[in-house]
């Protein structure tokens, strides 16, 4: 007697086979992910540092080297003198950065990030940090710190703002005297400023009549300008003809002058021929007057006629100067 085989089991035994090595192989590839993002499979080596405080610390906590992560903390524990001690595991290939003047530190990546250990690199020629050796560890300020000390520095600033302003509410200070009076200045300004308006006006109106009177004379200097205009073409043509008569004036006047000149050397001619003569024409006028005073004398002395005639006067001659 035969039995029937379902189709659906045949070849059971295989799909199970292949089943069971595809999930093998899942898991494995799930644990190589796990120790790879774990660094179980590198070499590692580790190091040491103590804090004052646990806080911030946890377990797993990466490690980083300039931005790059290079291990994790391995453990945390409290020792005898109540400090905690941490230990990092560092893989093997970044230990030739890591030595003996670099320098541990807790920090936040951004402002709100998570918490890390970030390791500074040594300088050269400093001696390499090696498996168990500690490092040295800088404490920073958490968020909590670094808000308390802020706010121990903003409440002396606050306590100044209240003052200014509790200075500036008060109505009997400076500040609200000083508005009171601006508040006054201003009510007067704008009584100011309608006078200085009425002013304008006034202004504009005088000028106004300034601006006609100053078109009137200005006609009136253009009329007369106009009536002084043919007394001008007068005077022009009178200096023209008097500019053209002025050419032979001087040449009458130099002739005039040369015949003066010529008559005055002629005269200096005649008065120098004239003054030798001059003394011996006087001497012989004296002696002639001298012998005619002698012979009226003698005349008189006759007589009937010495006592009718009346004494004649006698003329006195001055001798005269021969030299004159």
Do not use: C
């Not at 040295?136 to 100044?160: C, M």
């Amino acid at each position: 007697m035969s039995i029937e085989e379902d189709s659906r089991f045949r070849h059971l035994e295989k799909k199970i086979g292949i089943f069971a090595v595809v999930a093998t192989l899942g898991f494995l590839a799930v644990v190589i992910f796990i120790g790879v993002d774990k660094d179980m499979f590198t070499q590692k080596y580790l190091l040491k540092f103590s804090a004052d405080r646990g806080t911030g610390f946890s377990r797993g906590m990466p490690v980083k080297l300039s931005g790059f992560r290079i291990g994790r903390i391995n453990s945390i524990s409290l020792n005898e003198q109540a400090k905690v001690d941490i230990e990092i595991q560092i893989e093997k290939k970044y230990q030739k950065w890591i030595k003996s003047d670099s320098v541990a530190k807790l920090v936040k990546e951004g402002m709100i990030g998570d918490s890390i250990i970030e390791v500074s690199v040594g300088k050269a020629g400093s001696e390499v940090l090696n498996d168990g050796a500690f490092i040295t560890f800088e404490n920073t300020k958490g968020l909590e710190e670094i808000a308390n000390d802020i706010a121990e520095r903003v409440k002396p600033v606050l306590i100044e703002v209240k003052e200014i302003i509790n200075y500036v509410n008060d109505p009997n200070g400076d500040i609200k005297q000083s508005m009171k009076n601006i508040r006054e200045i201003t009510t007067d300004l704008h009584g100011t400023r309608e006078k200085i308006d009425e002013l304008m006006v006034e202004s504009r109106l005088k000028v106004g009549r300034i601006s006609s009177d100053a078109e009137t004379l200005m006609r009136d200097a253009g009329v007369r300008i106009k009536a002084i205009d043919p007394v001008l073409e007068k005077a022009d043509r009178s200096v023209a003809a008097f500019e053209q008569k002025l050419p032979k004036l001087l040449e009458k006047a130099a002739t005039t002058m040369d015949n003066l000149e010529k008559t005055s050397s002629n005269l200096e001619k005649i008065t120098g021929k004239a003054l030798p003569k001059t003394p011996v024409l006087l001497n012989s006028a004296e002696d002639a007057l001298h012998r005619a005073n002698k012979a009226i004398d003698a005349v008189m002395d006759i007589w009937p006629l010495k006592s009718s005639a009346p004494a004649p006067n006698e003329i006195d001659f001055v001798p005269g100067d021969s030299h004159e």
